[in-house]
């Protein structure tokens, strides 16, 4: 059974760090790619960032460039996104995703697996 499980979402104040963890069980992570998604109150989902099955190639939304950095650890089935600079506007929940497919990596429900989210509030 895949699972993924994402941890690390709390509050923190406008400019500071969060980093999210997401943690695969079930699959081979080395041949997954893998997304970050956030979803704010009222909103619809939308892409963040991903990463390829190796690393070598990453992709972000521009509203999140020069801030966050996705990251693996295949060794350790794991995906982090380091998350500076936060801004109130970065609260959402984020779930974490994984797909054998990179070509539709903003698309959320083209992912094969999905994780249940984690909370992230950034307050002003």
């Known amino acids: 059974q895949v699972r993924l499980v994402e941890s690390g979402g709390g509050s923190v104040q406008a400019g500071g760090s969060l980093r999210l963890s997401c943690a695969a069980s079930?699959?081979?992570?080395?041949?997954?790619?893998m997304g970050w998604f956030r979803q704010a109150p009222g909103k619809e989902r939308e892409f963040v960032a991903a990463i390829s099955w190796s690393g070598s190639t990453k992709f972000y939304a521009d509203s999140v460039k020069e801030r966050f950095t996705i990251s693996r650890d295949n060794a350790k089935n794991m995906v982090y996104l380091q998350m500076n600079s936060l801004k109130p506007e970065d609260t959402a929940v984020y779930y974490c995703?994984?797909?054998?497919?990179?070509?539709?990596?903003?698309?959320?429900?083209?992912?094969?697996?999905r994780g249940q989210g984690t909370q992230v509030t950034v307050s002003s």
């Open positions: 995703a994984a797909d054998t497919r990179l070509s539709r990596y903003k698309e959320y429900a083209s992912y094969d697996y």
């Open positions: 079930g699959l081979t992570s080395s041949t997954y790619n």
